[in-house]
């Protein structure tokens, strides 16, 4: 049975577009097939983000508006056998989204035997966001541990039980998870972010994952590689143990608490 | 389908002249004190002059025009005041308080069937789960109970009083259309806003001795006032 999860966060900047590439990467890793789907008309990132960019030719909007069909418009990802991109458009806005439209893609890409359909929210709570959650059956929360992103979280999260098509068929409810990125646990400490345990005081949603503030995510970006398919880093590991999460496998939380470094390990770098 | 009897408060006009002219603008003058509150609201005529001759139909008509819907009439009636209402499908109603004055050698009236408010309406409305930021609960003529946090930016709204089993960090807004004796019950207080018939306190305002506190906020000399709810 397919499964449509929008990756989503109300605020901008969060890194809903990084999560979606690397979760989406690692499930299509396990052999299922896997499409990702860039809801973010006009601003298109996802393609560089999965280092595609160079290779769309048709893109959503034109799929929903029936100049391309399906199978012209998805990239096949040249590192992982079974992920699919279907990038956004850059010359539209957001209301060429029609819920029509989009559930008819939706439709014809679990027709085609995609377990996992990965929506890619654009930031806010307007058409393109809700078009992007509308047709879930998952939600994966994105959120950066300080307030105003918990507040737009909170937010999104009232619109994924009253704005969904789960909702308003009185269906069961979207499942939300939670995913925390960007965590410090030295600033944490420092008490100048807030903790896993402030945000779920907050929020109240089940916690899927906490990546850790790091470099290797910008690196990853710039290089179009999604930051799962690096595990020497701890944001990749992070990911990894979310996407095992996702699908069922209990993993303990990683790179959540503050060592700090004694002064022999810090000259020998162990 | 059940049938039982229940109480419903009801709006009564007395009606002391023949003049349709006079009931109209007292009509008037009683809907524009809250134009959407009294849209299609019941009313109960009661007329206590068995004398008077009364054009019920036009009555009816004028007593619509003004946005209400007659339900019944009520007072001390004469047989032929009797005879004209009831030839206009208009129910008669006896008071509870006539009843008990005159309760000896009363005949029932035949009371024809009336189309009421449903009785659960009024009932006490239950809110299961966390109200999240920017969701808006509003409990119309009747108490709110939320089981789950308030989120922040979250709006909790009633015209009686408002339970919550669980944390508010959002608005919460009892007596929203006057009711100056409707009180605020919580588990944990850290509020963006208190509101009691339209007095407010904003979370500055409030003494940090309550703050995440079970609490009961009322209104005393038009003044928002918080208590300990384990001290009575």
Do not use: W
């Amino acid at each position: 049975m397919a499964k449509v999860i929008v990756v989503t966060s109300g605020k901008g900047g969060v890194g809903k577009t990084t999560s979606s590439a690397a979760i989406g990467s690692g499930l299509a890793m396990t052999g299922a097939k896997t499409v990702i789907i860039d809801f973010d008309i006009g601003l298109r990132n996802l393609d560089l983000i999965m280092g595609c960019e160079r290779r769309v030719v048709y893109d959503f909007i034109n799929v929903i508006n029936g100049e391309a069909n399906l199978q012209q418009a998805l990239v096949k990802d040249k590192r992982i056998h079974d992920l699919y991109i279907l990038p956004a458009s850059q010359t539209r806005n957001k209301d060429a989204l029609t819920k029509e439209g989009v559930e008819k893609v939706i439709n014809t890409l679990k027709a085609d035997g995609f377990e996992y359909i990965i929506c890619d929210s654009p930031a806010g709570i307007e058409q393109g966001a809700m078009m992007a959650l509308y047709f879930a059956d998952e939600a994966i929360v994105t959120t950066n541990p300080e307030v105003s992103s918990v507040r737009d979280s909170d937010r999104i999260t009232g619109m994924l039980s009253s704005k969904s098509y789960r909702s308003e068929q009185q269906l069961d409810p979207v499942k939300v998870h939670l995913l925390v990125t960007r965590y410090c646990p030295e600033r944490v400490q420092r008490e100048e972010m807030l903790s896993i345990e402030d945000i779920n005081d907050l929020l109240g949603i089940e916690l899927l994952g906490v990546i850790p503030e790091s470099k290797d995510v910008l690196s990853a970006s710039n290089l179009g590689e999604p930051i799962i398919l690096n595990q020497d880093s701890d944001a990749g590991k992070a990911y990894q143990d979310a996407v095992d999460r996702l699908q069922g496998i209990e993993r303990d939380l990683r790179f959540v608490t503050y060592e700090k470094k004694s002064f022999l390990s810090r000259i020998f770098g162990g | 389908m059940t049938l039982k009897s229940s109480n419903f408060t009801l709006l009564v006009v007395n009606l002391e002249s023949e003049s349709l002219t006079t009931l109209a603008e007292e009509l008037h003058k009683k809907s524009i004190t809250a134009p959407g509150f009294f849209q299609n609201a019941p009313v109960v005529v009661n007329i206590e002059n068995a004398a008077l001759t009364i054009d019920y139909a036009n009555m009816k008509q004028s007593i619509n025009e003004q946005g209400f819907i007659l339900v019944g009439i009520s007072g001390d009636l004469s047989g032929e005041q009797k005879e004209l209402i009831r030839a206009q499908h208009i129910a008669i109603l006896r008071s509870s308080l006539r009843q008990s004055n005159k309760i000896a050698g009363a005949i029932p009236a035949a009371v024809e069937p009336i189309e009421l408010p449903a009785v659960n309406e009024f009932k006490t409305k239950i809110h299961t789960g966390r109200v999240r930021s920017g969701q808006q609960i509003y409990a119309k003529e009747t108490d709110l109970v939320i089981h789950g946090d308030v989120g922040a930016g979250a709006e909790v709204i009633a015209d009686g009083n408002i339970h919550i089993y669980g944390k508010l960090s959002g608005k919460a807004l009892a007596g929203a259309k006057g009711d100056k004796s409707a009180c605020i019950f919580c588990q944990a207080l850290k509020p963006e806003l208190l509101s009691i018939a339209g007095i407010y306190k904003l979370s500055d305002d409030l003494t940090n001795d309550y703050v995440t506190k079970s609490c009961i906020v009322s209104l005393q000399n038009e003044q928002i006032v918080l208590g300990k709810l384990d001290q009575i």
